[in-house]
């Protein structure tokens, strides 16, 4: 475990906390006026390895090969001349910070975007330390500065990671839809009004970033996935975007507690390590291993029965329920990935300066209109 302090004066800014992976929608923007959930759970944090955040400069002002340097293979809007090795945690993690008054907009509509550079600062030296997001339609968290932070061990702590036995004993998966709410909405008594059950924007974007490998993994070629929720979250897009006609390749789902892929998978939807990041490697080198969240592959993989309607109050004392909750409603609307956790993940493989892949991202914008994204 580690806690963080200034690099001004020393003072502790954080709990301790153990380090995990970045999550994929970390940087996502949901919808309009939705209101997002804390981005990492509290006790944990997480290291943005690409420089993010202002200043920003245009692609046109980027010759390629910097780009391809810094691993972008295709146009993007504009490239971060930020620092990397930005760190987030949970805003309730965070010790001794005060918000700076004269930097609490940026652009911000209902909360803070910290699109105008760091609007935290150590209440004990007053640097400017971090960022606080908390805007509609992002995920909330604190973004610490790289170089206002120093990182610091805890004494007596050295934790070992959790082992795929041990992370499918816990079971911890990540349900495919949920209830949101619009910016300043409030529950009712014993109702849901004010929600909607909705995908869940971090099936959204883990599956956007596996869409962009299998599109890389097809080679150019159509590409069957499983039936059932796989189906529901892959198949209409890649049809949209590939050829249609044999030979397909197919894709399986593979993984800790699955059996072995036979011989004629060319494709494999695995889970990536929640604390290390390590993509489960199977025993069957040949095929491209397709990373996903483990608790998406989770679900994928091991699917649960339907979720119960959360319920409001208790029932008198001596009163024996004898039902059960109600399913939880289905999404009204198709699956629809992340266009910008698409996009930001293709141009960073280097499949993508392959003509008819290069062709797909060039038309972006007419599969977003068909309803694809």
Same mark, same amino acid.
């Given at each position: ?163 795929? %036995? ?114 489960? %490697? ?92």
């Amino acid at each position: 475990m580690f806690f963080f302090v200034c690099a001004g004066c020393g003072a502790e800014l954080t709990v301790p906390l153990s380090q995990v992976v970045l999550p994929v929608h970390a940087h996502q923007k949901y919808g309009n006026g939705t209101q997002l959930p804390v981005l990492m759970e509290s006790g944990t944090f997480a290291v943005e390895s690409e420089p993010w955040g202002p200043p920003w400069r245009k692609w046109e002002e980027i010759h390629p090969d910097e780009a391809a340097a810094r691993g972008v293979y295709a146009p993007v809007h504009a490239l971060s001349d930020g620092a990397p090795g930005a760190t987030v945690i949970a805003p309730g993690d965070a010790l001794g910070t005060v918000l700076i008054p004269e930097n609490r907009g940026g652009g911000y509509c209902c909360g803070l975007d910290g699109s105008a550079g760091p609007n935290v600062a150590c209440a004990a030296c007053a640097l400017p330390v971090a960022c606080r997001i908390d805007d509609c339609s992002l995920w909330q968290a604190m973004w610490l500065a790289p170089s206002a932070v120093r990182r610091l061990p805890v004494d007596g702590t050295d934790a070992v990671p959790r082992s795929w %036995a041990e992370l499918m004993a816990e079971g911890k998966g990540t349900p495919p839809f949920e209830p949101l709410a619009a910016w300043g909405s409030r529950l009712g008594a014993g109702h849901w009004s004010n929600y909607w059950w909705s995908w869940s924007p971090q099936w959204e974007a883990a599956a956007s970033r596996a869409l962009a490998h299998l599109l890389a993994a097809s080679g150019g070629r159509p590409v069957t996935v499983p039936d059932g929720l796989a189906a529901e979250v892959f198949r209409r897009t890649l049809d949209a975007m590939l050829p249609a006609g044999p030979p397909a390749r197919r894709a399986v789902l593979a993984g800790p507690g699955r059996p072995a892929p036979d011989g004629e998978a060319d494709i494999l939807l695995v889970p990536v390590h929640p604390q290390t990041g390590e993509v489960w %490697a199977p025993a069957y080198p040949a095929a491209y291993p397709v990373p996903l969240p483990f608790g998406v592959w989770l679900w994928l993989a091991f699917p649960e029965p339907d979720l119960p309607v959360p319920t409001s109050g208790v029932l008198p004392d001596g009163v024996l329920r004898d039902d059960f909750d109600p399913p939880a409603p289905r999404p009204r609307h198709l699956f629809r990935a992340d266009p910008h956790t698409f996009r930001r993940t293709l141009v960073r493989l280097p499949d993508v300066r392959r003509p008819w892949l290069r062709e797909i991202l060039d038309n972006f914008t007419q599969h977003i209109h068909a309803g694809s994204f």
